[in-house]
């Protein structure tokens, strides 16, 4: 049998072994073959990596700390959506997720009138 990391395989045929209980003793039978198999992924591998060992762009843009103005995010958008006080056809509108996250969000509409009002998706 041989053993590639905690993957086990039989010695007769090859095949794919069942999960490794980690035990020397235990003997794991081949289901196609019918062999009995010494359990030898009993040894415990353990890898260790760092980003700089997989180097990309990406990630060297990126930061640990990442600070955002709060004046600088957009959260709001226009829709094309028609205000019940002055008629104007587009207005802003802003998504709030204010119900349990399995229910939808509730949009926040304003209007340039004024007027504002919102509905629950």
Not at 53 to 69: A, C, G, H, T
Not at 79 to 102: F, H, I, M, N, P
């Amino acid at each position: 049998m041989a053993a590639i990391g905690s993957l086990v395989f039989c010695t007769d045929c090859g095949n794919l072994l069942p999960v490794s209980k980690g035990n020397v003793k235990n003997m794991l039978h081949c289901e196609c073959c019918g062999a009995d198999n010494r359990d030898t992924a009993s040894k415990t591998t353990v890898t260790r990596s760092k980003p700089s060992d997989f180097p990309s762009l990406l990630r060297q843009k990126l930061s640990i700390v990442q600070s955002v103005e709060r004046h600088k995010v957009q959260t709001e958008a226009t829709a094309t959506e028609t205000c019940r006080e002055c008629g104007r056809s587009e207005v802003r509108y802003s998504a709030v997720q204010l119900r349990s996250a399995d229910e939808g969000s509730t949009i926040f509409y304003t209007c340039e009138c004024g007027h504002k009002w919102n509905t629950n998706n």
